[in-house]
């Protein structure tokens, strides 16, 4: 279902853009917002304001400055970014230590993601409220 609905979002988002030359002209299309972000590092995995979107970082090391994205699919939607500047950041002396937090994090992301899973096939009703 998830990526059914990215690929619907993805391709409203490349309609909009049709013509299109800032993420503003985009956002008022699909009635989106534009967010800021004024600092992410290559190290980083979380993007403030949007969580956990690893694919969405490696993106955006990969692409030009100065020219609206591609729709890309993350975690928790379907993102369009512009690139104002570029300061060119060292890489990671121990990238295994980076790969292992990476990893740590998919793990926990998993475990979460799989308990909700199986709260809502199971149709649980939480009625502590009521002992409380």
Do not use: C
Request: hydrophobic share 35%; proline share 4%; aromatic share 8%.
């Amino acid at each position: 279902r998830r990526e059914k609905k990215a690929e619907e979002l993805r391709k409203k988002f490349e309609e909009a853009m049709n013509g299109s030359t800032t993420l503003a002209q985009v956002a008022e299309k699909v009635k989106a917002q534009v967010m800021d972000i004024p600092f992410l590092s290559f190290n980083s995995t979380n993007v403030p304001n949007i969580g956990t979107e690893p694919n969405l970082v490696g993106t955006i090391f990969g692409s030009e400055a100065k020219k609206l994205s591609e729709p890309v699919k993350g975690e928790n939607g379907v993102h369009v970014f512009w690139i104002e500047s570029r300061e060119e950041g060292k890489v990671p002396d121990k990238l295994d230590d980076v790969k292992m937090r990476l990893n740590s994090q998919v793990a926990n992301s998993v475990d979460m993601r799989a308990n909700e899973a199986i709260k809502k096939a199971a149709d649980i009703k939480d009625y502590r409220y009521k002992f409380y």
